[in-house]
Structure formats: C-alpha cells, structure tokens
C-alpha cells in the first residue's frame, strides 16, 4: 500500500496534490481543521496549533503507516499574515510559529520514526524561504525556518532511506494568495508579470512537482524552486 499525509488538503496547493496522488491509487490523509473535498480523502480533524489533536492524529495514522510500503509526508499548512519588523505582535508570532514550524516537528516526532525506507519528507516552503519582501515579516521567518529544517532534516535522516527536499512555490492562485493581496486585478497582474510567464502558477503544477519529487530521492536536501522565473529587481 501507498500513502500520503498532507497537511492543509482543504484547499490550494494541498488540495490539489491530495488530488494528484489519489488519482495514482494512494491512500491519502488530510491534516487540517476543514475537509478535502477531493472523493477518497480521509480527513482527520487536526489543529495544527494543538498538541493533543497532532497526538490524536498520529496516533490515528499508525496502522496506515505499519501497512504501507512508502509514505509521502508533505508539510504543506501554513498561515500567512500582513505584519512587519515593527508591527508584529508576539503573540501573533507565536501563532504563525505554531502552525508553520511547531506543528512540523511534532509530526516530523511522532511519524518519522515508523516510516519505511523509500518514503519521503517533503515540505512546502516558498521563494520567500530565501528571500524578504516588505509587510510579511512572520511568514518570511517562517519559511527561513523551514529551509533550516529540511536541511537538517536531511542530515538527522541520513541511512534512513527516508529523503526530504524543499519546494518554494512562486506566487501560487490559492486561497491564501487571494486573501493576502486581495482581488484587485491591477494588483494580481503585477504580481503576474514577476515571472517569465506572465500569470499565476496553478496548485497543480506544484502537486506535480511533489509528486515527482516523492519518486526521486535524488533529490535529498535540495531546494527545488517552482516559481516559472521570477524577475530579480
């Protein structure tokens, strides 16, 4: 048997790899407080933000993983909030960091020792795992975050035949997206022309590319860019 475990399937970028490795005969898990749509998901209730629901959730997943002969964990949940270097809360860093790299190690502790050789750690980080952009400041420290994760995930994991990578959407059409920037056309067509191709990437682009990159541990410890060529300014 193969399985998925993505986390933040309800929509985007989640979504549409739950969709992706559906229809390629896994057995998929959605970790998030809102169901996948998608027909054949199986969504456990899970705030990411709550220990004991993370603990549920693993603990719920056990004989999944024993059954299975290589699982996809891809970190994929993330919260995004307009704030700056000197307009950021505590309180409201504390809560992107709760979703965004706590609730990553705290699956990565409870899951990582029962995965078999040929599975896969992936995250869903961001060109902004390397770079800044004004007005997201706890989501940039985030993402940096992240990209220190999967490289020292890769070093902890080594012999394991577990792999992990990095993948840094550009700016993706996705309910997150939408909800930071807003409908204005004249701002969506900016953004747009960023890259190369003049649009917006599509969620399933990026499903494609975890999908790939969970079949090709030639990979491991990569950061693999997925932003149609961003302009540099």
């Not at 169901?35 to 209730?45: R, S, W």
């Not at 994991?157 to 204005?184: K, N, Q, W, Y």
């Amino acid at each position: 048997m193969k399985t998925a475990i993505i986390t933040g399937a309800s929509v985007g970028i989640g979504r549409a790899t739950a969709a992706r490795f559906i229809a390629e005969g896994y057995q998929v898990f959605n970790l998030a407080r809102r169901a996948c749509p998608e027909a054949g998901v199986e969504n456990l209730v899970c705030d990411l933000a709550s220990d004991a629901d993370i603990a549920k959730c693993c603990d719920a997943l056990g004989a999944a993983i024993a059954d299975s002969d290589s699982v996809a964990l891809i970190h994929n949940a993330s919260q995004m909030r307009k704030d700056s270097a000197t307009d950021c809360a505590s309180d409201s860093l504390r809560a992107v960091l709760e979703t965004n790299v706590v609730a990553i190690n705290s699956i990565n502790q409870r899951l990582l020792p029962a995965l078999p050789a040929g599975s896969s750690l992936l995250y869903v980080g961001s060109t902004l795992a390397e770079k800044a952009v004004p007005g997201s400041f706890s989501y940039v420290l985030s993402k940096h975050a992240q990209l220190g994760m999967m490289r020292a995930s890769c070093q902890d994991l080594m012999g394991s035949g577990i792999h992990t990578a990095l993948v840094c959407p550009g700016f993706t059409d996705t309910e997150m997206l939408r909800t930071h920037i807003g409908e204005d056309v004249t701002i969506v067509q900016a953004i747009s022309a960023m890259n190369s191709y003049n649009r917006l990437i599509e969620p399933a682009e990026i499903a494609e590319l975890l999908y790939w990159a969970h079949h090709n541990p030639v990979i491991n410890g990569a950061v693999l860019h997925a932003n149609l060529g961003q302009r540099e300014s």
